[in-house]
């Protein structure tokens, strides 16, 4: 199972928004859409920005591609669950049962609008039924709009609609009585007023036609402008303590944030119409990328705080493979293949064995190999990596923290450590054990970056006590114990990150233990 730094449950535009954001800060993004848009029935998006009239679709389609562009992965998939991890962060589980987990969990499902139940209406919603006069009332200008009068907000409705047309019809239905100042700027206006409740909508030729009353009559009306109480979706958050609360609008409800979209679950946020009902598209997109920048700032918080406490520890290392799908390569690292091509095949020890490239080239040349990690992530990769190779049957994969792992002492014909950086007070202990861990004949290889490389401007950590040359590495073996056949530093060409070649140098440490 593949684990993201940020699972975003939604794909409309909040959640691509965010998805955008946060794949461009190169974090692992998975975003999973259950393919029904609050604003399907619509035919364009307005009020955005050089996007103004694009239909839902075509934005979505544009977004996920932005968002896959970046390195996201967008999926289909309805979340029906979402719950605490043990690794720290989240899993959420899918309705056709499928389970992703995740550093952090941004919820941007949007909301469910609950049409009035009057004859005829739900089929005109999204084009002659709309809701949002500033989205939708352009489209219906100059003509005969009715406002549906549910709550306080359609009183004000109906005069905000006046921008638009002049012949405004205001339906009282279950609204509030109107009181006689809100009756003088109706007539102010020439809003018409018309009593009682609604039954339906009447239709011609497919088109809204006319808003039929409970009493029989007809009044004539081209479009209708309503408020249908919304519904945030956020059901499936129930296990995390999370729910809804009334919007202040009045127009439903939401899942309360603060301003930056953080729930009060730490790690999860939120964002769009989930939040608010009257978010626009514009506003949901802003709310998306604000959520993303928080959501950035979150986590790099918690793994500067992981380096700080423990560089060396299964959850740093679990937290560094788990920011790329592939961390290294794949390919065996080049002092391994110079220095052990030659030896006779056996049994071999892998130590921070990371995907398992150089793993899996020994078992390729007939090695039986352990291969071991403190990294769960990494361990997990070198073995699908070994499956697909064909050689899984040739390598037993362990996690294990090499500070404190015991080894079996005489038992490898060969014992690797490439590139595994340690602090001295720790570096001599573990590289003790390795060498302990040599069988009579076998071969002890080290290979790691050489304190040369501080100097130039390769990308390594400033920490000198980090880096080992060749002769540091040699000092604890016993001259009557070891054969040392290889003590170099070994320069080789690399690409520094202003892509420029130059030069780096590797401390490269190749020595027999003396048969008995």
Not at 91 to 115: I, P
Not at 289 to 298: K, M
Request: charged letters at 25%.
């Amino acid at each position: 199972m593949t684990s993201y730094d940020v699972i975003v449950v939604g794909g409309g535009a909040a959640g691509l928004s965010a998805a955008l954001t946060l794949s461009r800060a190169r974090w692992r993004v998975l975003v999973l859409d259950d393919g029904t848009p609050r604003n399907a029935p619509a035919d364009g998006v307005h009020n955005w920005l050089t996007r103004d009239g694009l239909p839902p679709a075509e934005i979505a389609r544009l977004g996920r591609a932005e968002v896959t562009g970046y390195g996201g992965v967008v999926r289909e998939g309805r979340v029906v669950s979402a719950a605490a991890d043990p690794s720290g962060g989240f899993a959420v589980g899918t309705a056709d049962g499928n389970r992703y987990t995740g550093r952090r969990l941004l919820v941007t499902t949007g909301l469910t609008d609950e049409l009035p139940e009057l004859d005829g209406l739900a089929g005109h919603w999204g084009g002659t039924v709309f809701a949002c006069p500033f989205c939708h009332a352009w489209e219906h200008r100059d003509t005969r709009i009715g406002v549906l009068c549910t709550g306080p907000h359609d009183l004000m409705k109906a005069q905000l609609v006046t921008r638009w047309t002049d012949a405004v019809t205001l339906f009282l239905h279950t609204g509030p009585e109107p009181d006689d100042e809100q009756r003088a700027g109706f007539a102010a206006r020439g809003i018409t007023v018309v009593e009682g409740r609604v039954a339906g909508v009447e239709s011609d030729d497919g088109r809204l036609s006319g808003v039929r009353l409970a009493d029989g009559g007809v009044v004539a009306c081209d479009a209708l402008a309503v408020s249908p109480p919304a519904r945030a979706r956020a059901g499936f958050l129930e296990e995390l303590g999370l729910g809804t609360a009334e919007h202040p609008s009045g127009l439903g409800d939401h899942l309360p944030v603060d301003p930056m979209g953080a729930t009060a679950v730490p790690g999860v946020y939120a964002a769009g119409n989930v939040t608010d009902p009257t978010a626009t598209v514009p506003v949901a997109v802003a709310a998306g990328a604000t959520a993303g920048a928080a959501i950035t700032r979150d986590l790099l918080a918690a793994d500067v705080a992981a380096s700080v406490a423990d560089r060396w520890s299964a959850g740093f290392w679990d937290a560094h493979y788990a920011t790329r799908e592939q961390m290294w390569s794949g390919n065996p690292n080049r002092w391994l293949r110079a220095e052990a091509a030659d030896l006779a095949p056996g049994r071999a020890l892998d130590a921070g064995c990371g995907e398992g490239g150089d793993a899996i080239w020994l078992a390729g040349r007939g090695w039986q190999v352990r291969a071991v990690d403190v990294s769960t992530v990494a361990v997990e990769r070198a073995r699908e990596a070994a499956t697909a190779a064909g050689v899984a049957d040739r390598i037993t994969t362990e996690v294990a923290d090499l500070r404190t792992r015991a080894l079996p002492e005489r038992a490898f014909d060969l014992v690797t450590a490439q590139y595994l950086h340690l602090p001295s007070e720790l570096r001599r202990p573990v590289y003790a054990r390795l060498a302990d861990a040599v069988a009579p004949g076998g071969t002890l290889l080290l290979v790691a970056h050489h304190p040369k490389d501080l100097e130039g401007s390769l990308r390594r950590p400033h920490d000198p006590d980090l880096f080992a040359d060749e002769i540091e590495l040699i000092a604890d073996l016993d001259d009557a114990e070891w054969e040392v056949q290889v003590a170099q530093a070994r320069p080789h060409p690399v690409t520094d990150q202003d892509r420029h070649e130059v030069t780096a140098h590797d401390a490269v440490v190749r020595a027999r233990r003396r048969a008995v």
